[in-house]
Nanobody
Framework: QLQLVESGGGLVQAGGSLRLSCVAS????????IGWFRQTPEKEREGVSR????????DYADSVKGRFTISRDNAKNTAYLQMTSLKPEDTGIYYC?????????????????WGQGTQVTVSS
């Protein structure tokens, strides 16, 4: 069973940066699309970014384009989300998720495995 563990969250001032990591264990990530999602009590879980298994395609939500960069290192079984120019509205719990068969969407039910999440708080 694939297990995902996120890390790298924390408290940062607006304009700051964080890099989130998503480490997989027990199963290779080589064949999985990785998505990053975030959730707040006020909003449903939303897709932030995704990257295909061989990194040939990436996608970003409009709200983070130009500020976030997704990447992966299959040799380390790890995916990353580099977040810069952070805004208070980026605050939330960030989850990574793995999708075995690429769908090109951010529907949560189309992702097979999820991490436990890491809290990102951006102060103004």
């Amino acid at each position: 069973q694939l297990q995902l563990v996120e890390s790298g969250g924390g408290l940062v001032q607006a304009g700051g940066s964080l890099r989130l990591s998503c480490v997989a264990s027990h199963v290779s990530l080589d064949y999985y699309t990785i998505g990053w999602f975030r959730q707040t009590p006020e909003k449903e879980r939303e897709g932030v970014s995704r990257i295909t298994s061989n990194s040939d395609m990436t996608d970003y939500a409009d709200s983070v384009k130009g500020r976030f960069t997704i990447s992966r290192d299959n040799a380390k079984n790890t995916a990353y989300l580099q977040m810069t120019s952070l805004k208070p509205e980026d605050t939330g719990i960030y989850y990574c998720a793995a999708q075995r068969y690429y769908s090109g969407t951010y529907y949560p039910w189309e992702y097979d495995y999820w991490g436990q999440g890491t809290q990102v708080t951006v102060s103004s």
